[in-house]
């Protein structure tokens, strides 16, 4: 019986075969004008995200000028276990684990807060003007955010700093002090950043059913019980997939702020994964061991993905897939 079933589902599954293909051609010729849009994002990811997975292998060669990337000879996980008994290795994974989670749970709660507040307003010109102040920090260069970081925070010249000794607080070196410079990092990332990252989630109210509103204002609701039951809810699909988008990227904090806030002083707190595989790829030339951290971070950041995206759909039914 058995056999029987197996024979008659073969040419079933090839029948299935045949057709495939000619339906693929045929939905590529009906929508060639969507395949024809998409084709360059596709080929930006191609070339720089899936061709760059070639050099991966260096992680586990011994890098030679003279061989090229894959003709270096094999060294299997040495410069993993290098990393791991190096004595680096927990301090920048509390380091970077400390920034970034600070930046996650701040930076995802911000702009929510900050979209259900803009919701709430009624007035469409103030509505709109509250939306430009807040998006307009995004579009300031990282470069300019240090910049304006140092104006303020300078321990001898500093607004901030002249402004707290006018008041006869104790002068604190925020650029300096290994205590502060987590809350800097985190407070200036989420000013410039807050505005831009709510725009979904005002997108996301702006399709609320206003029946919704009228239903419970008859029901007696006041404003914090429409945002806790009609706005909330409306957005928690949108909240779980960013979050687990987020998580992907978990370890990959701001390489280019982070070096720009570098210093010999807060050094001990804010030498992370990316600034030390900088330093030990582009200053020291160990492009092996450079690769090998870069790779480790990646799997971090994979499995953290994996995990969010499990824990969401088990919890709350929305995911990724």
């Known amino acids: 019986m058995t056999e029987t079933l197996v024979a008659a589902r073969k040419p079933v599954a090839a029948d299935v075969r045949r057709r495939s293909g000619p339906r693929v051609v045929r939905h590529v010729g009906r929508y060639w004008q969507l395949w024809l849009m998409v084709l360059p994002a596709v080929g930006f990811v191609a070339v720089f995200m899936y061709v760059p997975m070639y050099g991966i292998q260096l992680a586990f060669r011994e890098f030679d000028f003279t061989a090229g990337l894959a003709g270096g000879q094999w060294a299997g996980l ?18 970077t684990f400390v920034i970034a989670i600070t930046t996650l749970v701040v930076g995802f709660l911000a702009p929510i807060l900050l979209a259900l507040m803009i919701n709430q307003i009624a007035g ?23 910049g304006m970081l140092q104006a303020f925070l300078n321990p001898s010249t500093g607004l901030l700093t ?26 200036s990332d989420v000013w410039q950043h807050c505005g831009w990252n709510s725009i979904i989630y005002l997108a996301a109210l702006s399709r609320v059913d206003p029946a919704l509103y009228e239903a419970a204002k008859v029901d007696g609701a006041n ?8 706005d909330v809810p409306s957005i928690v699909p949108t909240m779980v997939i960013l979050l687990i988008l987020t998580m992907g990227g978990v370890l990959n904090t701001g390489f280019e702020k982070v070096w720009l806030m570098q210093n010999t002083l807060n050094l001990p707190v804010s030498e992370v994964i990316a600034t030390y595989v900088y330093k030990i790829g582009i200053f020291s030339t160990q492009f092996s061991y450079a690769t090998a951290i870069g790779l480790f971070n990646t799997v971090i950041n994979f499995v953290f993905l994996i995990a969010a995206n499990a824990i969401a759909r088990r919890v709350s039914n929305w995911s990724l897939w």
Not at 78 to 95: A, E, G, I, T, V
Not at 124 to 146: C, D, E, N, W
């Open 124 to 146: 469409g010109r103030r509505k709109k003007f509250m939306q430009t102040a807040t998006y307009l920090p995004h579009f300031i260069s990282i470069v300019v955010i240090v």
């Open 223 to 230: 404003r914090m019980q429409l945002i806790r039951h009609v």
């Open 162 to 187: 002249q402004v707290s000794a006018f008041f006869g607080l104790s002068e604190v070196n925020f650029l300096g002090d290994t205590s502060a410079f987590v809350p800097v990092y985190v407070i």
């Open 78 to 95: 040495k410069y993993f276990q290098q990393f791991f008994d190096s004595p680096l290795f927990w301090p920048l994974l509390r380091n």
